[in-house]
């Protein structure tokens, strides 16, 4: 079975500071690894993901993510946040060798970039 | 140049009736999804679908019944509808080649049942 966990529901930063919003995932085989934003009342937009190769990924709105294997974690990460990256972050799992073709998606976390 | 879109928006209804939501792609794929996204904003795959073929059902009432008439349209609907089923119902689609696996998402059918 494919899981993934996103342990902070609500995550609060300071504009130009930092962000990082946390995933850990698990499954049997190799991960394929996803983000996801979502803007109210809006659906899920891609940012990036992780099949093979570079830990670091880059994605969409200067976004960027690094697997690591050992920790099983692929945490989101963005150097200067904007007020506009305000929105719900999901991280979403598949077992590149799983019989299983879907998506697992965490819980979210609600990320708010204060003025 | 809508990549997946959904119809209606917004969708308001009595219990006990029945509904359908339509979704329709532009993006060339073979493979399109139904989620759930309940009141506390959890994702859940419903349905699956692959060059029309059935290829995932989760565990869902059978009150929910997809139907593909073709690659490029996937419709959910929905018989005796109760206060639980309200939720955001998302479809989604993404090309089974190539190694892209991404899936690409509709707006959103917001669902209330009252």
Same mark, same amino acid.
């Given at each position: 079975?494919q ?14 500071n ?6 850990t ?7 394929y ?9 809006r659906?899920?937009q891609?940012?990036? !993901?992780?099949? $093979?190769?570079?830990? %670091?990924? &880059?994605? /969409?709105?200067?976004?960027e993510?690094?697997?690591? !294997?050992s920790q $099983?974690?692929?945490? %989101?990460? &963005?150097? /200067?946040?904007?007020?506009s ?5 999901f991280?979403?799992v598949r077992?590149?060798?799983g019989?299983a073709?879907?998506?697992t998606?965490g ?6 970039v204060?003025? | 140049?809508t990549?997946?879109s959904q ?10 009736n ?8 532009n993006?060339?794929h ?8 309940d009141s ?9 679908y692959?060059?029309?073929?059935l290829?995932i059902?989760?565990?869902?009432p059978n ?10 349209h996937?419709?959910?609907h929905i018989?005796s ?22 899936q ?5 059918t ?5």
């Open positions: 079975a899981s993934v966990a996103q342990p902070e529901d609500q995550v609060n930063v300071a504009e130009g930092p962000l990082t919003v946390k995933c995932y698990s499954v049997s085989g190799n991960p690894l996803f983000w996801y934003v979502q803007y109210p009342n659906g899920l891609f940012l990036l !993901k992780y099949i $093979t190769g570079d830990n %670091l990924v &880059k994605g /969409s709105y200067g976004f993510a690094e697997f690591n !294997k $099983t974690s692929f945490h %989101l990460k &963005k150097p /200067s946040a904007l007020v990256d305000s929105a719900l972050y991280c979403a077992d590149a060798s019989s073709r879907q998506l998606f819980s979210g976390t609600q990320l708010t204060l003025p | 140049d990549a997946v119809t209606p928006k917004y969708l308001v209804t009595q219990m006990g029945d509904k359908s939501i339509k979704c329709e792609q993006l060339g073979d493979t399109m999804y139904w989620y759930k996204q506390k904003k959890f994702l859940k795959i419903m349905f699956s692959n060059n029309k073929e290829i059902n989760e565990t869902v009150r929910f019944s997809p139907k593909s008439p073709d690659k490029a996937l419709n959910l018989n509808l109760e206060l639980g089923d309200s939720a955001v119902y998302f479809c989604a689609s993404r090309l089974s080649s190539g190694a892209t696996y991404e690409y998402f509709g707006p959103g917001r669902l209330t049942v009252t």
